[in-house]
């Protein structure tokens, strides 16, 4: 079982930035991958960006070429790195897990960005 928690949200002007965090009870290699989601009013849970155990990254086309997704073994902390904010980027970010067939959900932080 793993136990995620994220943190690092917040409001944020347009074009601005910001970093969230997700620390995770285990250690980040031991998890085959790992994501950011975001979810937006009346809108599905969607993926942003994900990082696999061996490094490889993937990104939603929103947010390639803004956003980095990265991870710090030693802190056990994954992080995703959020520049040229938009307001359409407003939403919960989750992190999200998969280890052995599980997956693994933080209970969110609030990322808004005014128009």
């Known amino acids: 079982q793993v136990q995620l928690v994220e943190s690092g949200g917040g409001l944020v002007q347009p074009g601005g930035s910001l970093s969230v965090s997700c620390a995770a009870s285990?250690?980040?290699?031991?998890?085959?991958?790992m994501g950011w989601y975001r979810q937006a009013p009346g809108k599905q849970r969607e993926l942003v960006a994900s990082i696999t155990s061996g490094g490889s990254t993937i990104y939603a086309e929103p947010v390639k070429g803004r956003f980095t997704i990265s991870r710090d073994g030693s802190k056990n902390t994954v992080y995703l790195q959020m520049n040229s904010l938009k307001p359409e980027d407003t939403a919960v970010y989750y992190c999200?897990?998969?280890?052995?067939?599980?997956?693994?959900w933080g209970q969110g932080t609030q990322v808004t960005v005014s128009s």
């Open positions: 999200n897990a998969r280890r052995f067939g599980d997956v693994y």
């Open positions: 285990v250690d980040v290699f031991s998890i085959h991958s």
